[in-house]
């Protein structure tokens, strides 16, 4: 478990900014929104039990089990790279240990050469891509704030 900081106002355009008025109106929007981020985590093919997503002020909270540490940090990062999130409360559980490190990309950086910082070996970027599917659909798509999973090869 932890928690987990994204830049909010990058990534997926799945949640869209609302302006509401009253304490109503902000809890049915939280829950819209918390809707919305559990059919994403539903829809990816990723194995999660008892999925539960909870949405409240750019936070989110996701509850559920994996069988592999792979999905429990694909699923964090899956929903952390979604505009408007801030935060994701990691409350998954699994019963492998960590086995890859999270990594922040910066100005200027591409797969290849994520690769050849992790692996000294820039022909090994698709490792990362397939790493990070179905978050990233083109290896060549990555942006500035976007968290990565590097796993342990």
Do not use: T, W
């Given at each position: 478990m932890g928690l987990f900081s994204f830049l909010k106002n990058v990534g997926r355009k799945d949640i869209a900014e609302t302006k509401e008025s009253d304490a109503a109106?902000?809890?049915?929007?939280?829950?819209r929104k918390a809707k919305l981020l559990e059919d994403i985590v539903s829809g990816s093919g990723l194995g999660v039990e008892n999925l539960s997503?909870?949405?409240s002020d750019e936070k989110v909270t996701i509850y559920g089990q994996t069988e592999s540490i792979d999905d429990k940090e694909k699923l964090i990062l899956m929903v952390g790279n979604?505009?408007?999130v801030g935060t994701v409360d990691d409350r998954i559980s699994v019963v492998t240990p960590?086995?890859?490190t999270f990594h922040e990309v910066q100005s200027g950086e591409s797969l290849?050469?994520?690769?050849?910082k992790y692996y000294g070996d820039p022909m090994?970027?698709?490792a990362i891509f397939e790493a990070n599917q179905p978050m990233l659909s083109d290896p060549d798509k990555i942006?500035?704030?976007?968290?990565?999973?590097i796993p342990n090869l």
């Open positions: 109106d902000i809890a049915a929007a939280n829950s997503v909870d949405y979604v505009d408007g960590p086995q890859s290849s050469k994520i690769a050849k090994k970027y698709m942006y500035v704030g976007q968290q990565l999973r």
